[in-house]
């Protein structure tokens, strides 16, 4: 559990976190080079890559109710005095993404960009909800700590780099995928 606790946490820090920022980039991609870059297939790619991540959360969700038996905490924070956050983030979490089957609404950026925007509000939600029903049992305020606003600054530029440099790598690596095929025709 440990083991993927760390990966989770690398793809959340790496990946996850900079889609909004790729997917701006690939819908002002698509609106400048008109249809001069395949981004459908970019944009499948994503889909792909976020079903998956929410196939591994469910299945981690439910491999720690199961086995690690916290299940009061669970109960709690589903039926407590924050219910209303936790079913929030329940369902922009879990429910939302379950729409990236059907493919004609997974290829439109602007819906893909809007089950991005409430899969992060849903990450935000899952904080909230653990840090304030656990300062809702025991409140402890020397285990608060001040972040400073330059720090947020520094990790949102971060994000919309690593968004824009994975926009390129991915439309640069599906050109050369096509100029290959195209080479290959002939």
């Given amino acids: 559990m440990e083991i993927y606790d760390w ?10 976190s900079c889609l909004i920022p790729l997917l701006l980039n690939i819908i002002l991609i698509e609106i400048f080079f008109k249809k001069r870059f395949n981004t459908k297939r970019v944009l499948n790619l994503i889909r792909w890559f976020l079903i998956l991540y929410f196939a591994i ?23 407590g005095p924050y219910s209303w956050a936790f079913w929030l983030m329940f369902i922009s979490s879990a429910v939302l993404p379950v729409t990236l089957f059907y493919k004609k609404l997974a290829l439109n950026p602007f819906f893909l960009i809007g089950i991005v925007f409430f899969m992060k509000i849903g990450l935000y939600f899952e904080r909230f909800v653990i840090i304030v029903t656990s300062f809702h049992r025991d409140y402890a305020p020397q285990n608060t700590h001040f972040n400073s606003i330059t720090f947020w600054l520094l ?18 690596i599906f050109e050369v995928i096509e100029k290959r095929k195209a080479t290959q025709r002939l």
């Avoid at 990966?7 to 996850?16: G, R």
């Avoid at 959360?57 to 039926?79: C, E, M, P, W, Y």
Wanted: net charge positive; no cysteine; aromatic share 18%.
């Fill in 7 to 16: 990966i989770k946490k690398i793809i959340d820090l790496n990946i996850y």
């Fill in 57 to 79: 959360g469910i299945v981690h969700q439910f491999i720690g109710i199961v086995f690690f038996s916290d299940k009061f905490s669970f109960l709690n924070r589903a039926t």
């Fill in 155 to 172: 990790v949102i530029l971060m994000q919309l780099l690593q968004g824009f440099f994975i926009a390129v790598i991915l439309l640069w």
